[in-house]
């Protein structure tokens, strides 16, 4: 352990031409800091998030990662040096840190924490345990305050954050209508999700659907994208319906803003009241979340695919499948 691999941003990438804004380099290891620790990784967490990490934008809910810095993002792994006796050597930790072998953080700032080394399958610390999931269900059971018998729509619901909005819905009782791209993943959304109805937006009418099968409208939507299916949904919102914005991945790799809704008038038609939120508000809460999932998990009521690609090397292939939708589920890349 002398040589330390890692991904440096160089460049804002233009769409999702991102080989020519990242590059893999080489380094020695460096003495740590007083309180820092550093972790051998064992999965890196590809989120459509980071992706306004890499763009100049500055008004944004996190400030822009530096040029020529480490690209930075969810990492899973066992410590492996520490000057934090808070984590010592051998514990399984997830926290935000490098794109790297060998990430190095201070756990103050990085949200580092030390998780249950006994699952079968470690993952779950980015699945049914993850942060996935913690967005997921603060905004299906917080924001959208969604009740049972009530429905919801889901957007990029094949997707991790999606997913889980889905299941931890239908557990709570509503009804799913998930929405997302290709007859695959519509086939996941209804057989396995538990969705009611899978619309396919690349093939369907999402407006003329959600009018049909769904006439007394929905009473919320979990939001993923923005954009086109935004404006599909919110004319077939019901009275004073919830819309919860988790994330905006219609715009994640344009620099310019995102244009406001076409079908905003459906907010004063319909009173809608519009709440986004943004997990870290929420991480001294933890005590309330993390329980459900875990009965849930146990139960075999939430479940969570992954597709892991091998590799540091290839978290660049990763990361484009994840935006372009070409995965389901989790996806990750294995690093040691």
């Not at 889980?164 to 998930?178: D, S, T």
């Not at 009418?205 to 919320?220: I, K, Q």
């Not at 991945?249 to 943004?278: C, S, T, W």
Request: glycine share 12%; with cysteine; aromatic share 8%.
């Amino acid at each position: 352990m002398t040589v330390n691999r890692y991904w440096r941003l160089d460049a804002h990438p233009q769409g999702q031409d991102f080989a020519s804004a990242l590059t893999l380099h080489e380094e020695a290891l460096a003495p740590l800091a007083e309180r820092e620790v550093r972790v051998a990784a064992q999965w890196l967490s590809m989120d459509a998030g980071t992706r306004m990490w890499m763009g100049p934008r500055t008004d944004g809910y996190q400030p822009p990662l530096p040029l020529g810095g480490k690209m930075v993002g969810l990492v899973l792994g066992t410590v492996c040096e520490s000057r934090d006796p808070a984590y010592p050597v051998g514990a399984l930790v997830r926290g935000f840190g490098q794109w790297a072998d060998y990430p190095v953080v201070t756990p103050a700032l990085t949200g580092l924490d030390i998780v249950d080394g006994n699952l079968a399958d470690p993952r779950e610390h980015f699945g049914t345990l993850g942060m996935n999931a913690w967005t997921a269900l603060i905004g299906v059971r917080d924001v959208a305050r969604i009740q049972p018998g009530e429905w919801i729509a889901v957007s990029a619901a094949a997707g991790a954050t999606g997913s889980m909005a889905c299941q931890v819905a239908r557990n709570l009782g509503a009804r799913v209508v998930g929405i997302a791209g290709g007859p695959e993943k519509c086939r996941y959304l209804r057989q396995e999700l538990g969705a009611e109805i899978a619309i396919d937006y690349k093939a369907d009418d999402v407006a003329a659907r959600l009018a049909a099968e769904v006439p007394g409208g929905l009473n919320a939507y979990f939001d993923n994208v923005g954009g086109p299916i935004l404006d599909a949904v919110l004319p077939s919102m019901a009275l004073f319906g919830r819309v919860a914005v988790c994330g905006l991945i219609a715009a994640y790799d344009n620099d310019a803003p995102l244009p406001g809704p076409e079908r905003y008038d459906q907010v004063l038609m319909k009173r809608l009241r519009i709440e986004g939120f943004f997990l870290p508000d929420y991480f001294g809460k933890t005590d309330g979340f993390l329980p459900p999932l875990r009965n849930w998990l146990d139960e075999g009521r939430l479940a969570m695919r992954f597709d892991e690609t091998p590799g540091l090397e290839n978290v660049l292939t990763a990361y484009a499948r994840m935006l372009n939708g070409g995965a389901i589920g989790k996806v990750v890349v294995k690093v040691g």
